[in-house]
């Protein structure tokens, strides 16, 4: 199976079986060490058939031994202790705040940097691993993965690319040259805005199986249902971010030309500065989120206020439309007026009537 679609529909199913669906239920936890301990699963908090099925089809997409975790962050920390632990770690200082945060917490020091090459890399001598974005949340920013990975193994360090905004259809960081691709799962990858769920995948076993000793250890395991859900929606998950992504580009062409809007950012327009790293490395997906600003937070708040289609929400890749302005939490340099928009399966024309009719509306 070559194509990534066709592995994220396939992979990880039984073989078809008369009456039975393509995708068995999830297999809950079950009584324990019965007489003999004949169970191969073992104990329910080191394995489980569900998961197994989930993580292989992840593998599939990732191009390396993958897995599953409760949670975004769960994954993140495992990373930072497993492959991090004793640091110190160079982190971009506009990552997901929690990562820094979860670093903190669990005694690994942290060098920081801006989300540019040159200047993670002068910080890279003698630290155990380089973590980037890319693309980045919520500025987009965009980083050339198979050059600075050669770049950050020069320097004797691992890389770990978060690649949660693209996906690992759209961007297969370990292809690129990433020792660990991390995802959050609750967002574009299961698409339907109800899951709570992250991945690991790494292009060394080794370190798949030092990560997966962590995962047992601290119990931080995906539940059953989440995980056979996951699954399930890894099959649709070609269809939804090719029709997100065209939405996404669709409106960032539109909003360009808008007179109520300045810095659009989105990788697919030849404009942004990342654009041709993105069209390298992104499978020709440059992802289902965009950028812009609008003159004030007033502003942006009566838009997000006027639109009828796209939901006021702070997570993204989901299926339904959805924005926030972004500097109400004050936690990012952005301007007050700056909404991160994620492109839902809308029709475009639908989608692209209601932003530019609640932007008339301002």
């Not at 329910?44 to 975004?72: D, H």
């Not at 698409?191 to 790494?202: T, Y």
């Amino acid at each position: 199976m070559s194509g990534r679609s066709t592995r994220a529909v396939h992979a990880g199913l039984p073989a078809p079986a008369d009456g039975e669906p393509y995708l068995p239920g999830p297999t809950f936890a079950a009584p324990y060490h019965l007489a003999g301990d004949a169970d191969p699963r073992g104990y329910g908090r080191y394995v489980n058939p569900t998961w197994s099925r989930w993580e292989e089809a992840l593998s599939a997409l990732e191009g390396g031994p993958a897995l599953g975790f409760a949670s975004g962050m769960a994954a993140c920390t495992a990373v930072l202790q497993v492959l991090g632990g004793g640091g110190p770690v160079v982190l971009p200082d506009d990552t997901y705040g929690t990562v820094a945060r979860a670093a903190s917490l669990i005694g690994v020091p942290v060098r920081s940097a801006p989300s540019d090459p040159e200047a993670l890399l002068a910080l890279a001598e003698g630290a155990r691993l380089v973590w980037i974005e890319t693309p980045t949340n919520p500025s987009l920013t965009v980083i050339d993965v198979e050059a600075f990975a050669s770049a950050v193994h020069a320097a004797g360090a691992l890389l770990a690319v978060d690649g949660t905004l693209a996906t690992p259809l759209a961007q297969a960081s370990l292809g690129l040259g990433a020792d660990v691709s991390v995802v959050s799962d609750s967002k574009a990858m299961t698409g339907h805005s109800d899951l709570v769920l992250g991945h690991v995948a790494c292009r060394s076993p080794e370190h798949a199986a030092a990560v997966r000793g962590w995962r047992d250890a601290t119990g931080a395991i995906p539940g059953p249902f989440e995980a056979w859900l996951a699954h399930r929606s890894m099959a649709t998950l070609g269809v939804r971010l090719e029709r997100q992504c065209a939405n996404a580009l669709a409106l960032a062409r539109a909003l360009s030309e808008h007179a109520a809007v300045t810095g659009v950012l989105y990788p697919g327009l030849p404009s942004h500065a990342g654009h041709e790293a993105a069209a390298r490395q992104m499978n020709g997906l440059f992802g289902p989120v965009l950028a812009f600003t609008l003159a004030s937070a007033d502003a942006a708040s009566r838009f997000l206020a006027a639109c009828e289609l796209v939901t006021e929400a702070t997570s993204f890749g989901g299926v339904h439309s959805s924005a926030e302005r972004r500097a109400r939490w004050g936690l990012e340099d952005v301007p007050e007026g700056f909404i991160r928009f994620s492109a839902g399966i809308e029709d475009a024309d639908d989608l692209v009537a209601d932003v530019l009719g609640a932007l008339d509306a301002l």
